[in-house]
């Protein structure tokens, strides 16, 4: 028997084609154009030049590649001719291309037309490139060239002006470019760098004006300017920013505060209102309002702690919610992030501990928590962080430390889950206890748990090939392969049946074990004589 199959290619048979190393001109001036075959061809390709008008000759017109020679570059090369055409600079023309082969791939090849300008020899105009970029806010530069299209009488001087300096300026070493008879064909740059605004006003198209200036070849100083069109991108987002709280608030009345500040200028007035749960504490002010002239410097919300009717057995948990308001759309439609404090018992040493921020995997997936203190304590607090099953979890850093300066800032926990080859989705506890030498206050607390979950990448399955061959009549004999994809958690038994008298299985038991469960064991089918009439191969099953 025969399985087909296909091997999906990665070439594709291409005639690349380069762009023209330069302008032709009426003078004789000569460009090439480099040829070169992508993939290699069954057969001769040949690519024929040809010239749509008199503008240039083309030499040589027919040029061949072999299936040897198939990947070295070849060129033509373009001579212009002096036309008769009434002098108003450079004039266009097209370089066709025709591919001859018997590779079929190749033969149906019609590439693009390559298109060129043959100068004229006694015409004055000024060529300018586009832009080769995008300016940004961030000062990012763009750059385009200058050139002189003929040999002037005299000295040309161009000068090149941003038309929106608030977008764009030209550096100055290149706003004024000088052309004589020995340089006016080699091309100079004019470099132009992004300004930078403190609006969101996205992508700004602006204008690069490009003109002749006075006492330049009378020839080129009647010409028109030119313009060069650029975008300058943007660097600014309406956004608010929230500072996190300076510490927590205490029950005794102990204060934080929270800064306020706009990310980017905005077209209208932002309001930002504080909203606060009461028995936890209190907000002054309730609302901000930023303007065109104020967003960038950072106003304060001040909370206060309330004394609540809880039981104390800690720090109480609580949020601070924002809300913008503009006729600024953009503002108007952010939605800052909830800011999230503790309100601190006046009388009790804590710390917290928050629940973990996702499941870890099996994969090496990481997942945190945050510990911090409750109170400021009189010297260092360190916490040994320990997983209770280091064959799910591992704690990356085992250790954390506050001290009095800063054991109001949450610490990160990060925990990695661990691989085994079990089909099982395992919960363990990461335990926070207060190590030894710590502050005597807190040395009494009890330690804290953090539950977590290893999320599992194996599936219990039983691997079984396909049969090495048929068996026969004659006692030909054919093997079956038998494996299991993960590691069982107790002995597992792989039995074999046939469904008729066509062959017998031996062994028709395997067993795996937690030890040997990536082991791959054989079962044997040999084929038996049937009496049934014959027909061909008889079919027959294996069931497990």
Do not use: C
């Not at 008769?84 to 591919?99: I, L, M, R, T």
């Not at 650029?230 to 996190?244: C, F, K, P, R, Y």
Request: no cysteine; glycine share 4%; charged share 20%.
């Amino acid at each position: 028997q025969r399985v087909l199959f296909v091997n999906e290619d990665d070439d594709i048979s291409h005639v690349n084609i380069s762009a023209a190393s330069s302008n032709t001109s009426e003078a004789g001036g000569k460009a090439t154009i480099e040829i070169v075959l992508d993939t290699k061809p069954y057969d001769d390709v040949t690519v024929t030049a040809t010239v749509d008008s008199a503008m240039a000759i083309v030499a040589p017109a027919v040029l061949t590649f072999t299936p040897s020679s198939w990947n070295v570059t070849q060129n033509v090369t373009l001579t212009g001719q002096d036309t008769d055409f009434k002098e108003s600079g450079a004039h266009p023309y097209n370089v066709s291309w025709a591919v001859g082969s018997d590779d079929d791939l190749y033969a149906v090849l019609v590439p693009s037309a390559t298109t060129l300008f043959n100068d004229d020899n006694d015409t004055s105009f000024v060529i300018v490139s586009e832009a080769s970029t995008n300016t940004t806010e961030a000062g990012g530069e763009a750059a385009f060239t200058v050139a002189l299209g003929s040999d002037p009488l005299a000295a040309v001087t161009v000068t090149a002006v941003s038309e929106d300096a608030a977008e764009g300026t030209v550096l100055a070493a290149s706003a004024s470019l000088t052309f004589t008879s020995d340089s006016w064909k080699t091309p100079q740059t004019v470099t132009v760098r992004g300004a930078d605004d403190l609006l969101d006003d996205h992508a700004v198209d602006y204008n690069v004006s490009v003109s002749v200036a006075a006492g330049s070849d009378s020839q080129y100083e009647a010409l028109e300017p030119q313009q060069v069109h650029l975008t300058n991108e943007d660097d600014d987002t309406s956004d608010v920013t929230v500072d996190a709280a300076s510490g927590n608030t205490t029950e005794a009345g102990g204060r934080a505060a929270i800064g306020v500040s706009l990310d980017s200028e905005p077209y209208a007035d932002v309001t930002v209102n504080v909203l606060v749960d009461a028995t936890m504490a209190t907000a002054s002010p309730e609302a901000l309002t930023f303007t065109a002239g104020s967003w960038n410097v950072t106003q304060s919300v001040t909370l206060t702690g309330a004394d609540t009717d809880f039981k104390d057995t800690g720090a109480h948990p609580y949020n601070v919610s924002w809300t913008v308001a503009s006729d600024d759309s953009q503002y108007d439609a952010v939605v800052p992030p909830v800011t999230s404090l503790f309100n601190d018992d006046n009388d009790t040493s804590l710390f917290h501990v928050s629940k973990a921020s996702a499941n870890t995997s099996e994969t090496g997936q990481e997942a945190h928590f945050t510990v911090v203190l409750g109170t400021e304590p009189l010297s260092a607090v360190s916490f040994d962080i320990l997983s209770d099953d280091r064959s799910e979890g591992a704690v990356v850093s085992q250790q954390l430390t506050f001290t009095p300066s800063d054991w109001s800032q949450p610490q990160t926990a990060t925990v990695r889950g661990q691989d085994d080859f079990l089909d099982d989705v395992t919960k363990y506890n990461i335990s926070v206890t207060v190590a030894s030498g710590s502050d005597p206050k807190y040395l009494a607390l009890p330690a804290q748990r953090v539950l977590f979950v290893n999320e599992d990448d194996d599936i219990s399955h039983v691997n079984i090939s396909a049969a090495s061959s048929n068996t026969s009549e004659a006692g030909g004999k054919a093997t079956i392969e038998i494996v299991l994809d993960t590691k069982p958690y107790d002995d597992v038994t792989v039995t074999a049946t046939v469904d008729s008298a066509m062959a017998i299985v031996a062994p028709a038991v395997l067993t795996f074990t937690p030890s040997s469960w990536n082991v791959t064991q054989n079962v044997t089918l040999t084929g038996q004589d049937t009496d049934f009439k014959e027909s061909g191969a008889h079919p027959y099953n294996v069931s497990w």
